[in-house]
């Protein structure tokens, strides 16, 4: 796949905090705690543990944990610092050079020495492996990697990229054995070597099983002696269950907002607790552009005015979500309200009267809204059966929905067979950039057929060459006036991100933050 459109932490909404917190342990890697290993339960899985391949959640979640990257997010932070490189930074007013320097004494789980030739080999071997499910896409302006010596190494852009710290601080960036990987092709048998905090000691269909990487130079202090990742694909009922049960010490990843309700509202004597982070997931509704139907902007303009997210969020995600009026969420720098100035809060049948009458538009729009059942949370079918009911309440559309399995759902994305469907977007780092490029840049991964010039040819040029970030607010301002005006998408809500722990285990509020990097460090166990 093209993009990290992975079903969400939770279908759960609300906007980012403004103070997250702060630090990143030390520089040793010593261990910490009791030495207990914790047991984390998930709903979905891990699709690769080889980084050229991995693009989803799940995956990256392995990453971040088995690989190092030259840059990292400390804790709730959002701009990256120094990880494997002892310092990074552009050589060039264009933002077009990136230099980094190693530490010393960088060594891989298997006692591999980490040099420059192993950054350069990973990047390469990304790059030309291109997997169709990998995060290559990520890097269409990065020319070539040099390696003047051991310690040191080069990137060169072919077009300013002031993002590109942000995009190797991502498992996009994860750092493998030169000596252990093939340059032309995946690897298959499950493992991995990498030279993070932890290692990957097995990997299996129902779990994977990591300690700690006694080898580890960096920010990360472990505080448990090892982690077992257990996969309940996309079983939230056994998840809840495992938990209830204490068979897992923290679900994350896959229970439903009712389960979080459910589990608030209980007594304390249930022995679990809600830990509650921020998040820069969204979803959204996508439009394509050339369809019969959903290709007339009234049409578009009319299911906008009927929209009602407040319902939506009070029917089907329990009150525990907040609205989404930008395609740029709350807590990222560029934000605005862009389709709240545009539509307004409520539904106004009269508005989207009008816009249908404006286009020429006088019976009954016939539409079909397509879903998929699981990528995307476990209530997606229930929201856009909940949004075709608003539309058709209005007497103005005759709307029906349709929910496929995910492989079935993309092909029929990718040969243009819907008009309106689903989406949602887990961000591979926490900038604006990342929520509009991959949508409304040449070649966008939406699969609906929208281009705009300006867009294109001017605001995300401008905006990726400024590497003081807070000063692209008015391009990416302009950017989302014009989404909201000709509407390829049509935001829904903003994820927060929910996990469950049990008693006596501690840290997890340091793993559910912006930057999406789950620090399976952060986690002890009494």
């Known amino acids: 796949m093209n993009m990290r459109t992975q079903w969400p932490v939770l279908p759960i909404v609300a906007g980012l905090a403004s103070g997250l917190l702060t630090g990143c342990g030390t520089e040793n890697g010593e261990s910490g705690g009791d030495g207990s290993s914790v047991v984390v339960g998930m709903s979905d899985d891990v699709l690769a543990t080889d980084p050229a391949s991995g693009y989803d959640p799940g995956s990256w979640l392995l990453f971040n944990n088995v690989f190092q990257s030259l840059l990292s997010f400390p804790k709730g932070a959002t701009e990256p610092q120094p990880e494997a490189a002892k ?19 960088l060594k891989f789980s298997n006692g591999d020495p980490l040099t420059s030739k192993d950054v350069k080999f990973s990047f390469d071997r990304m790059l030309k ?38 995009k190797i601080a991502s498992g996009a ?18 493992e991995a070597v990498g ?16 300690s700690v990487n006694g080898n580890y130079k960096g920010t990360a202090k472990t505080q448990n002696s090892g982690v077992t990742l257990k996969f309940f694909h996309g079983d939230q009922p056994a998840l809840k269950q495992a938990l209830m049960g204490g068979k897992v010490d923290i679900a994350y ?20 607790e809600v830990v509650e982070g921020s998040s820069a ?22 299911i906008a005015h009927l929209i009602d997210r407040e319902a939506l969020i009070k029917d089907v995600y329990q009150d525990t979500a907040t609205p989404l009026y930008s395609i740029i969420p709350a807590g990222i720098a560029g934000h605005n309200t862009a389709f709240f100035d545009t539509y307004g809060a409520r539904p106004s049948k009269a508005d989207a009267e009008a816009a249908l009458r404006a286009d020429g538009i006088t019976g009954k729009v016939k539409l079909t809204l397509w879903s998929t059942p699981s990528r995307y949370g476990p209530a997606t079918d229930q929201e856009l059966t909940e949004i075709a009911r608003q539309l058709n309440d209005s007497g103005l559309f005759a709307a029906n929905v349709k929910s496929v399995a995910f492989d079935q759902y993309e092909k029929d994305i990718a040969a243009g067979k819907y008009g309106v469907y689903v989406k949602g977007w887990v961000p591979d780092y926490p900038d604006a950039d990342n929520f509009t490029a991959p949508f409304f840049g040449n070649g966008n991964v939406l699969g609906n057929n929208y281009s705009n010039n300006t867009i294109t040819g001017s605001l995300i040029p401008a905006t990726a060459a400024q590497s003081d970030r807070s000063a692209t ?32 285990v501690y840290g997890l509020e340091y793993c559910l933050d912006a930057s999406t990097v789950f620090r399976f460090w952060e986690l002890s166990k009494s």
């Open 87 to 105: 310092s990074c930074a552009f050589t060039d007013t264009e933002t077009k050079v990136y230099k980094c320097t190693l530490k010393d004494g």
């Open 281 to 302: 997931e969204v979803q959204h509704l996508v439009f394509n552009m050339d369809d019969p139907v959903a290709g007339k902007l009234g049409v578009r303009k009319a």
């Open 473 to 504: 607010d008015k391009e990416f301002g302009q950017l989302q006036d014009i989404v909201a005006d000709e509407l390829p998408v049509l935001p829904v809500w903003q994820a927060k991100q929910y996990a469950v722990v049990r008693d006596g």
């Open 173 to 190: 960036g994860s750092i493998v054995a030169s000596g252990q990987y093939d340059a032309n092709g995946l690897r298959k048998d499950g």
């Open 129 to 166: 492996i291109n997997d169709a499910d990998g995060p290559a896409v990520m890097f269409p302006t990065l020319d070539k990697v040099e390696t003047p010596d051991e310690k040191t190494v080069v990137f060169r852009l072919n077009t300013s990229d002031a993002t590109f710290p942000s």
């Open 253 to 272: 990843r896959g229970l439903t907002a009712g389960d979080i309700a459910d589990i608030e509202e209980a007594d304390n004597g249930s022995g679990v």
């Open 195 to 210: 030279s993070g905090p932890y290692k990957l000691d097995s990997f299996g269909k129902d779990q994977a099983v990591f």
